[in-house]
């Protein structure tokens, strides 16, 4: 849950108050790809609270992708 509310408010915050809601979707490309990757390479080490916590990020990172509320968990 944290890690979902960190992701998604990051990109909510960048949108707001950076460059831009263009910027901001760019970023979230990049962060799927970030908690992808961190998510499989914690798979392949057998570190499984992990995988659970970078795969809370990238459903955060999808959610603000998607147009979701921050209340609105799925």
Known sequence: LKAWH????????AALHGKGPEAAR???????????????????TLRLGRVGTDLAGLAGTLAWLRGRPADRRL
Do not use: D, I, K
């Open 26 to 44: 760019a970023e979230a490309r990049a962060r799927l790809r970030h908690h992808a990757a961190r998510a499989l390479g914690h798979a392949l």
């Open 6 to 13: 960190m992701a998604w408010s990051r990109l909510r915050f």
